[in-house]
């Protein structure tokens, strides 16, 4: 190598090693962090985010949407979907029995999603899904369905709507799930269907303080002790 090339790669090498400090001295300086301090701190997940797919719960009947149409399990690129059903001799309506996902497998590709007709599947935000044992990483019907309900809601009552019995499985026994697992204000986490047009009482996490504050005043003039906030006089007595 001559003088000439030597000098050459000495002032590239140099000058690459300048620029570089530079732009980390500026962005260390000048500009605000993007990371977090995780698990201390968690950004927000956007809405384009893809998790585990879960399944959505009619909240107005505690039903689960799946019909057994077998169309996520076929259009799954990888067969990590499996599901297994038993045709009511009463309804002659499909029953799922098993509906699992192997996430240790899934691509995360959404096409189960697009493939179901009847919007019961849906891409959820939650991504903390490290298990020690692969085996783990079978996230069965209950599990699917307890993860699904804050991504359900109350659904309009069709025209073949029926008033049946809340399925077993939707309460706590089973799925592990209470209420505080939905985000919808109006959740019902599988009581009977209501009267169309029935507008039930919000949920204590959810009323206003404006409301508070006028329940206070009425306890004021009836001579009752005012309730604390989030709890109605009911509750503060000790009441269900």
Same mark, same amino acid.
């Given at each position: 190598?001559g ?14 090693? +300048?620029? !570089? ?8 300086? =000048? ?11 968690r ?9 585990i ?8 009947? !505690? ?19 499996t ?5 009511d ?8 029995d098993? =509906? ?12 189960? +999603?697009?493939?179901? $007709?009847?919007?019961?599947?849906v ?21 699917l369905?307890?993860? !699904? ?11 073949k709507?029926?008033r049946?019995?809340?399925?077993p499985?939707?309460?706590h ?7 505080d ?10 009581? $009977?269907p ?11 996490? =959810?009323?206003?303080p404006?409301e @508070? ?9 009836? !001579? ?10 009911? @509750?503060?007595a000790g009441?269900?």
């Amino acid at each position: 190598m001559g003088v000439t090339n030597f000098v050459g790669e000495a002032w590239r090498t140099g000058k690459s090693i +300048v620029t !570089g400090l530079g732009i980390t001295f500026r962005e260390m300086m =000048f500009r605000p962090a993007i990371t977090v301090f995780y698990p201390e701190q968690r950004d927000d997940v956007p809405p384009w985010f893809r998790g585990i797919p879960v399944l959505k719960t009619d909240l107005r009947t !505690g039903e689960y949407k799946c019909t057994s149409c077998m169309q996520c399990a076929q259009a799954c690129p990888v067969n990590v979907i499996t599901i297994e059903w038993h045709q009511d001799p009463e309804t002659k309506k499909k029953v799922c029995d098993r =509906f699992a996902i192997d996430m240790s497998r899934c691509m995360l590709c959404n096409f189960c +999603v697009e493939a179901c $007709p009847f919007d019961s599947l849906v891409m959820g935000y939650d991504y903390e899904l490290c298990k020690v044992n692969p085996e783990n990483l079978v996230f069965e019907f209950e599990d699917l369905l307890r993860l !699904g309900l804050k991504y359900s809601k109350a659904e309009e009552p069709g025209p073949k709507a029926t008033r049946s019995s809340t399925p077993p499985w939707v309460f706590h026994g089973l799925t592990n799930a209470t209420e505080d697992d939905i985000q919808d204000i109006h959740g019902y986490l599988g009581r $009977p269907p209501l009267p169309k047009g029935y507008e039930p009482e919000l949920k204590p996490q =959810f009323r206003k303080p404006a409301e @508070e504050a006028a329940e206070a005043q009425q306890a004021e003039a009836a !001579g009752q002790p005012a309730a604390e906030p989030g709890k109605t006089n009911g @509750e503060e007595a000790g009441q269900p």
